[in-house]
Every structure is written in C-alpha cells, then in structure tokens.
C-alpha cells in the first residue's frame, strides 16, 4: 500500500483513541493496490493497532474481482466472491484466515472486496467461524442468514442525528483534504465514535427489518443513479467542443 498515505492515519486513530475495522488482504494480487514494496514491519503493526482495539477484517483473499455472479451488495459487476462456486470460496476463506492467523492476528469480521458477497459466502463464513460483516446499508447493525451486520453506508464523514454509521476510507486514494477534512471532523464528533466490541456489548442486534431492507433498496438505487449520471457526464463533457467543431466546419465550407 502508498506507506505516505496510510501513516496520515496512524496519529488520528491514536489521538483520537479510534478503533477502526482494518480491512487486510491477505495474499495481494490486485496491481491495482501495489502502491509500494512490502513493509518488513507491516505484520508487527497489524498486531499493534488490533492490540489497541482494531478489529481485524479479511478482505477477500487476493483481491482479484474477476466473477460475475449477483452478489447481496450489488454494487459492482465484477467481485471477488460473488458467484463463485462453493468449495473455491471454502479454499479462498480458508486460506485467507490462516495466512492472517499465522502472522498471529485475530480476524472477525469478513470484508468483501467491492461488496461482492452470495449466500454461499455467508455460509462459508459460519462453517470458518467468522460471524460478523461489515457491509450492507441500514442505519443500525442487524442480524441476517445467521451473521451480524455492521452497516457500511458512507465514504466520507457526515453528520447523522442517529443510528450506526461506518465511514469506509482507502487508503490508497485519500487526498490530504480527505484526511484533513477527517480529522475536522474528529475534533467536532471524535467522542461518539465507537467500536466493534462495544456494539456488539451495548446494541440490541434484531433480525434485518422491513424498514433496513426498503433503506438498503432505496441506497442503491441512488447510488446507481448517481454513478449513471457521473458516467453520462463523463461522456458528454467534450461533446460540446465537437459539435461546435463541425458546426464552425460546415458555416466555413
């Protein structure tokens, strides 16, 4: 990962006494997320941050979205997991799991690389011990096909009059603004951040309501609209010149 980028972070999450949800890929084949050669102390740091109250993720396995299949999420095309037949999600799980164990981590909670998740991923997930997810747009966390939900709902800080919000920040992208616009908002609401530990002792987690599954219905439909309407403006944003081009070509011929 871009080592500059990701120690921004390091002085807020101790200043603020933050216990985030670390998302760790395991065995990393993505390109898109080399930003950096290894970091001989990355593993010694993992373990520092989830002894001062991270919670460790797994973030898929290699991070390669290369399946099709419909995920629960369905945010992107191309996933990691989604429609992926069950044993390789087994093998992929498992495998993941023992490599963050082996380097003596704790994980809890699964990650899905672009939101990509099925049934049998769920199903997999209770038969490695893993029964927490972070994902799914609710305005609390609930219980569904046997997990616990931590809902991941935002991309940036925002203020909220209620509920439990999870602000999902990359590393690899975030601007010094990004950072700096967090930390202004650490100073304003650091106090009421939480932590996985304490929802999980504090919360009445019910089963999924019909109020969270119109929530989550009604985000992605925004969320599509949004992504459509950006791509559309995208494509027309030289539109303009061409046109104007051929209108000047043909008064001139």
């Known amino acids: 990962m871009d080592r500059r980028r990701w120690d921004r972070f390091l002085p807020l999450l101790k200043t603020f006494d ?13 390109p898109d997320l080399v930003r950096d050669a290894p970091h001989k102390d990355f593993w010694v740091e993992m373990r520092a941050l989830e002894a001062a109250g991270a919670t460790i993720g797994l973030h898929g396995y290699r991070h390669v979205c ?3 299949g419909r995920s629960l999420i369905p945010m992107h095309a191309k996933t ?3 429609g992926v037949e069950r044993e390789l999600q087994r093998e992929w799980i498992h495998a993941g799991l023992t490599i963050l164990r082996a380097h003596g981590l704790r994980p809890q909670m699964f990650v ?10 769920l199903a997999v997930l209770q038969e490695e011990s893993i029964g927490l997810v ?3 747009f609710a305005e609390r966390p609930f219980r569904e096909q046997g997990l616990i939900w931590f809902p991941q709902q935002l991309w940036g800080p925002r203020e909220k009059e209620s509920g439990l919000w999870t602000i999902c920040l990359h590393g690899n992208v975030a601007t010094d603004q990004d950072v700096a616009g967090l930390e202004r908002f650490l100073m304003r609401f650091g106090a009421q951040f ?3 530990d ?7 987690i019910a089963e999924r309501s019909l109020g969270d599954r119109l929530f989550h219905d009604w985000t992605v439909l925004r969320i599509r609209c949004s992504r459509m ?11 303009p010149r061409r046109l104007g081009r051929g209108w000047a070509r043909s008064r001139l011929e």
């Open 198 to 204: 304490r929802v999980l002792a504090e919360w009445k």
């Open 134 to 136: 972070s994902d799914g």
């Open 66 to 68: 290369a399946a099709v």
């Open 229 to 239: 309407i950006r791509r559309a403006r995208f494509r027309d944003r030289d539109q």
């Open 18 to 30: 933050i216990q985030p949800i670390l998302a760790v890929v395991p065995e990393n084949r993505d």
């Open 194 to 196: 939480t932590s996985v």
């Open 80 to 82: 990691e997991f989604a």
């Open 112 to 121: 899905a690389p672009r939101h990509g998740l099925d049934l049998v991923t």
